[in-house]
C-alpha cells in the first residue's frame, strides 16, 4: 500500500515510515505540515494517508481539515486520522459523511504496533478503524440516553466494538462468544436503536456513530 504521512514530529514522522516500510508498505512522502500533505496527494494520489490532527502553523486542526478536503476532493484515498486525545467534535465531523476508508485513533494507540498497523490496513482495505476510547466517549456522551439505557450490558460491548469497525468474526473473538450470538446481539440492539434496516457492513457503522454523535 502506498502510505503518506502527515506529522510535525520529526522523530515519530520518521519512525513512522521505517515501520512502515519495514511492513512492506510504500511511502511516497512523509511531511511536516497539512499544506504539504495536500500538495503531496494532488501529485502522487497515495492509497491512504496518516495525519496528525494538530498541525503547523497554529497546532489546532490543520490536519483535521486536511483529512476533509482530501475526503471531498479525493474519496478514493483512505484517511486515517491521528490525535492527542479524544476531541467529540472532531471524530464527528470526520464521520458526517462516508466513512468507508476512515479511521480515528489515538496517537497512545500508535505505541501499540499491532494496533496502529492492524487499524491501518482495515481503512486500507476501505473498511474504518475507530480507537474504543473514542467510542467509549462517543457513548458516554451520546444525547440519546433512553434507548442506549435499553442495552443490556453485552449489547453494549457488542456495539462499541463494532463501532470500532470490527466485523461480526472478530467481535466473537474478543468476546469469546459465537458469531450467531453476535448476530443476535447485533440484530436486538438495531432494533432497540431503531436502525435495523440498516444494511451493509460499512452502513451499519455509519448509522450507530452518526446516532451517538448527533
Avoid at 439505557?149 to 453494549?156: F, I, V
Wanted: proline share 3%; no cysteine; charged share 25%.
Amino acid at each position: 500500500m502506498r502510505v503518506m504521512l502527515a506529522e510535525d514530529s520529526a522523530l515519530l514522522r520518521e519512525g513512522l515510515v521505517r515501520l512502515l516500510k519495514e511492513e512492506g508498505h510504500e511511502v511516497p512522502a512523509a511531511v511536516g505540515d497539512a499544506d504539504a500533505l495536500l500538495r503531496a496527494v494532488a501529485d502522487e494520489r497515495p492509497d491512504a494517508v496518516v495525519v496528525d490532527v494538530r498541525m503547523p502553523p497554529t497546532h489546532t486542526d490543520e490536519g483535521l481539515r486536511a483529512a476533509l478536503e482530501i475526503r471531498r476532493r479525493w474519496p478514493e484515498v483512505k484517511v486515517l486520522v491521528l490525535s492527542q486525545y479524544v476531541a467529540k467534535k472532531y471524530a464527528t465531523e470526520l464521520m458526517s459523511g462516508s466513512i468507508d476508508g476512515v479511521g480515528y485513533l489515538l496517537k497512545d494507540r500508535v505505541a501499540q504496533v499491532g494496533d496502529f498497523l492492524d487499524a491501518l490496513d482495515r481503512v486500507g482495505a476501505g473498511g474504518t478503524a475507530f480507537d474504543p476510547e473514542v467510542v467509549r466517549q462517543l457513548l458516554a456522551r451520546t444525547s440519546h440516553a433512553d434507548p442506549l439505557a435499553r442495552l443490556t450490558a453485552r449489547e453494549r460491548e457488542v456495539l462499541e466494538l463494532m463501532a470500532q469497525g470490527l466485523t461480526n468474526a472478530s467481535i466473537a473473538q474478543s468476546l469469546h462468544v459465537s458469531q450467531s450470538a453476535v448476530e443476535k446481539h447485533v440484530n436486538a440492539l438495531f432494533d432497540k436503536l431503531a436502525l435495523s434496516h440498516t444494511t451493509g457492513y460499512s452502513r451499519r457503522v455509519l448509522a450507530v456513530l452518526r446516532y451517538l454523535g448527533s
